[in-house]
């Protein structure tokens, strides 16, 4: 099992730029798909992106494709979410989230996931 930390959070304008980092510890990050998920105040946790274990496979929430894009680098034992052209209903708190699985699996459902960090908060003004 590993232990999961995100980082990166900020308060932006509107159209700007950042990336969150997942950073894992105590395991091996390699083994693992990787989730994203945001919640707004008053709202549930809601499903960003995933990607595969290799990397090779994606997918995203419709309201971020083309906004946001999901990299790994397993040697750092780290995940990224580029966000691009923020807009202020991006505003959240953004969790990652991990489950060891096969190379090409993804998961869009929060139950599927075993690991959670503790989120990192992403504001961004309008």
């Known amino acids: 099992q590993v232990r999961l930390g995100e980082s990166g959070g900020a308060l932006v304008q509107s159209g700007a730029s950042l990336r969150l980092s997942c950073v894992a510890d105590?395991?091996?990050?390699?083994?693992?798909?990787v989730g994203w998920w945001r919640q707004a105040p008053g709202k549930g946790r809601m499903f960003v992106g995933t990607?595969?274990?290799?990397?090779?496979?994606?997918l995203y929430e419709n309201s971020v494709k083309g906004r946001f894009t999901l990299s790994r680098d397993n040697s750092k034992n780290a995940v990224y979410l580029q966000m691009d052209n923020l807009k202020p209903e991006d505003t959240a708190v953004y969790f990652c989230?991990?489950?060891?699985?096969?190379?090409?699996?993804?998961?869009?459902?929060?139950?599927?996931?075993?690991?959670w960090g503790q989120g990192t908060q992403v504001t961004v003004s309008s």
């Open positions: 990607i595969s274990r290799n990397g090779v496979h994606t």
């Open positions: 989230a991990g489950r060891i699985r096969p190379n090409q699996d993804v998961g869009i459902l929060e139950s599927w996931y075993t690991d």
């Open positions: 105590g395991g091996s990050f390699g083994d693992y798909a």
